[in-house]
């Protein structure tokens, strides 16, 4: 396998991608008894709409979470315009480990070299924990986060003024006539008005606090928005009202939008690409003419096999795929990795997957 067909092509691109905003490398994030994100990487550029796919529970809120700073990262790497804002020491700290096993049996000439291992993984070790604990990264106020539950995401105890002036006040900012001013403009902005400032969340509609949410957001000015769901707990018609929002933010501040979506069709219209999740596994990333056009994975055939249209034709003929890992595929000895099966379009597979995906490409050419 070429060094471009697998995950190596997406890690060598910082340099030569300048227009990347959010790198996110290897991210790993364990808790006690699950591994809520294993291993996923992805880029999002300056301007762009990624959406992030996925049933309930793949992982999609804790990348979220984890690109915001809510969580010490367990492994990998996050960086912010080119400078690592997160960083995770599992891998170093394994390193470590390996290389003082292997001690046990070195000759002296080995012995050496591995001492030398250890002290470099003390050094990333230490690297890491400086980047992630740098003051200036602890509040990363160009990455705001929507988050997926209006009603739990709102103190009911504060005012809309209040809640949207908050991240303001924290940031420093003292001049009750310029946080009056941003506060009433960003009401306006998401679609409410001056007078909804006095009020309480309990007092709206789950559209109204939604928007509540993006204003919170958008007040900061922040480079990058991570919406998590931000329409699911609403009904179809607020559904479109709030996308049509987020999408004329994106037009018209330059925002650069990671949307979290558990299917397909919401993200379909919206994002330039789309990164599928299962089972805290990045399993497919394309843009998003060319997921639709050839989804590979199985897993990704299954959600778009979900997606109803309004034809009736199409309907008749839909079938639902359900995707099961251990029948839809054989790991047991050729074992799967994040491959590029065409350019920036990427599969998790093995070689045996990989050659058929390459297959079924050349002949829909
Ligand atoms: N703080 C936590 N401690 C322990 N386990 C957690 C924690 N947060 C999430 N998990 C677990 O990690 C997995 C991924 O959760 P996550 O919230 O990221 O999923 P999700 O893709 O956002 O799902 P949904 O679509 O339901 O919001 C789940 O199994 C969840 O139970
Ligand atoms: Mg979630």
Partial sequence: MSEIQNQEA????????DDVLLRVEHLCQYFKVNKAVDDVSFDIKKGEVFGL???SGCGKTTTGRSIIKLYDITDG??????????????????????????MKNADPARKEELRQVILQQREEIRAAKRDHFAK????VTEIQMIFQDPIASLDPRMTVYEII??????RGERDKSIIDEKVFRVLERVGLVREHAGRYPHEFSGGQRQRIGVARAVVMEPE???ADEPVSALDV????????LLNELRNDLGLTILFIAHDLSVVKYFSDRIGVMYYGKMVELATSDELFAHPLHPYTRALLSAIPLPDPNYEKNRVRVKYNPLSDHDYSVDKPSFREVAPGHFVMCNDA?????IREMQQEQ
């Fill in 353 to 357: 997957e990989f050659d058929k995906y």
């Fill in 77 to 102: 790497n996050i960086y912010f315009r080119g400078k690592r804002i997160a960083a995770g020491i599992r891998t170093y700290r394994e390193k470590i480990k390996q290389a003082r096993e292997e």
């Fill in 10 to 17: 997406l890690q060598a691109a910082p340099s030569v991608n």
């Fill in 224 to 226: 990058i928005i991570i």
């Fill in 237 to 244: 018609s607020i559904q479109a009202q709030v996308i049509n």
């Fill in 165 to 170: 002036a908050e991240g303001l006040k924290i």
């Fill in 53 to 55: 796919v996925g049933e």
């Fill in 136 to 139: 200036e990264n602890r509040c």
